[in-house]
């Protein structure tokens, strides 16, 4: 990781340099802006280098991308080192708008139910009766 950090860095700043260098070459003397009639805007070497530049810029987001999908929800919503609190044990999606989540909270287990943007809980315990639904509301 340290070493794609390395290497974005000495890139942009390699970039950096040439484009520095070929502002100043290209400068008049007497401080006015150059207008070249009859000449091709972009030559087959810029667009080149704006085509590898954008490739580049494009992958590097995608690979940023994918290391925060890959390793930043693990470390989300607990301290390095501690085991959580709350674990997920089970998600559901009934319908478009109604999701089940199976949940457990310090050793106990929670039903949450979300439909649309209200969300209601029904606590789920171990029945001692095998006529009891174990269910409480």
């Known amino acids: ?19 520095s260098s070929a502002a100043e070459s290209n400068s008049p003397k007497d401080g006015t802006i150059p207008f070249k009639r ?10 080149l280098r704006v085509v590898l530049s954008l490739g580049f810029v494009v992958v590097a987001g995608v690979g ?3 290391l ?7 470390s989300l919503g607990r301290m390095a080192g501690s085991e959580g609190r709350i674990e997920i044990l089970e ?4 319908t478009p708008r109604l999701t089940l989540f199976l949940i457990k909270i310090d050793g106990e287990t929670v039903l949450l139910t979300q439909s ?18 174990g269910i409480q509301t």
């Not at 009859?38 to 667009?47: K, N, Y």
């Not at 925060?68 to 693990?74: D, G």
Request: proline share 2%; glycine share 8%; with cysteine.
């Open 1 to 19: 990781m340290r070493a794609v950090l390395i290497l974005c860095a000495a890139l942009s700043f390699t970039f950096a340099d040439i484009g």
């Open 38 to 47: 009859g000449e091709e805007v972009a030559s087959a070497g810029s667009l």
């Open 64 to 66: 940023v991308l994918y």
């Open 68 to 74: 925060l999908k890959r390793y930043v929800p693990a």
């Open 91 to 94: 998600t559901r999606r009934v």
């Open 116 to 133: 649309g943007d209200r969300v209601m809980h029904t606590r789920l315990t171990k029945s001692s009766s095998s006529t009891g639904d």
